[in-house]
């Protein structure tokens, strides 16, 4: 399945560890990414990507398992990620400490090769991550993580300052306030993120900087609406030998998420739709991105 937005996975952590769930969906995503192995493998030029769809089936769940009051196991997946971990609680906050891992992905061996068949690779990314969980009044809650994971391209031949191969270093914060004056009804959420990814080819070395504001609220009593946008920036380290500069590009994105509780009066269902839009607006064309995508799913929970 085509990587989604981070955005739908941040929204989709409001509904988990709050009970054991199994969801499954299905969806579309329309992109346009020349790194996509969705698109042509013969392109006759570096200009911007065609426009791609691509139907995707989706199966996320989470299950804790509690060794006492303060502490717990869990092993989660969500939009195609694998966690195992573990939650304890402390006298100074929460903690969360687990690994992960993705289920496989593709890419082009060389994705600026032009009139001629690109061929792909495969791409593997395991890591790490430790969260702590933290109030600072009783409306609010926040949760800072680090996490580390290791990319591994099986074949390159691109130049040696485009390797891809590197270690993914974010650091992201994460934020809700449920103020009292609204008795509830709206939780406001703002969240941050920094991330480094230390290629092997510091032309493919970035950073990148987020911030994402939005709003959950009970639009009946079963059914619960969250939006929320995000903004950023990429830049790279050093100038691209395929262009001739150094890229870098504006992120924005946009993702809304309607979840019905017991649909029908089915206990333990749910029902979630979630859509959204992210964009890549770059100073080279080529590394133009947009990604647009919609998600039907069911959920039980036990």
């Known amino acids: 399945m085509k990587k989604i937005l981070l955005s739908a996975a941040l ?17 579309v995503v329309n992109s ?3 790194f996509s192995t969705i698109g042509s493998e013969n392109i006759s030029s570096l200009g911007s990507s065609s426009e791609e769809n691509e139907g ?6 989470y299950y804790g398992y509690e060794l006492s009051d303060e502490t717990s196991l869990y092993a989660s997946m969500m939009l195609g990620k694998m966690s195992l971990g573990t939650n304890f609680m402390t006298d100074i906050g929460s903690f969360d400490i687990g690994i992960s891992s993705g289920l496989g992905e593709e890419e082009w061996k060389n994705p600026f090769l032009t009139n001629s068949n690109r061929a792909k690779t495969d791409v593997s990314e395991i890591g790490a991550h430790i969260g702590y969980g933290f109030s ?3 409306a609010h809650n926040a949760q800072l993580i ?7 391209y099986d074949t390159e031949t691109v130049q040696e300052s485009l390797k891809r191969d590197g270690n993914r270093h974010i650091i992201a914060l994460e934020n809700s306030y449920t103020p009292e004056f609204a008795k509830g009804k709206f939780t406001y959420l703002f969240n941050t993120s920094i991330e480094n990814y230390d290629a092997k080819g510091e032309a493919s070395t970035y950073d990148t900087l987020m911030f994402e504001f939005g709003i959950t609220s009970n639009i009946t009593k079963s059914v619960n609406l969250t ?9 790279y380290d050093q100038s691209n030998p395929v262009f001739g500069k150094t890229v870098d590009a504006d992120i924005s994105s946009l993702v809304a998420v309607v979840k019905w509780d017991k649909p029908f009066e089915y206990k333990n269902f749910y029902t979630t739709l979630k859509v959204g839009h992210e964009e890549e607006d770059a100073n080279v064309d080529f590394y133009d991105k947009e990604n647009t995508f919609t998600l039907l799913s069911l959920g039980y929970k036990f």
């Open 11 to 27: 929204i989709g952590s409001l509904f988990a560890q709050e009970e054991n769930f199994i969801e499954l969906g299905a969806g």
């Open 32 to 34: 346009k990414d020349n």
């Open 56 to 61: 995707f089936a989706l199966v996320d769940f």
């Open 136 to 138: 600072l009044a009783s």
């Open 146 to 152: 680090y996490s580390y994971s290791v990319r591994s």
């Open 227 to 235: 939006m929320i946008a995000g903004l950023g920036a990429k830049e």
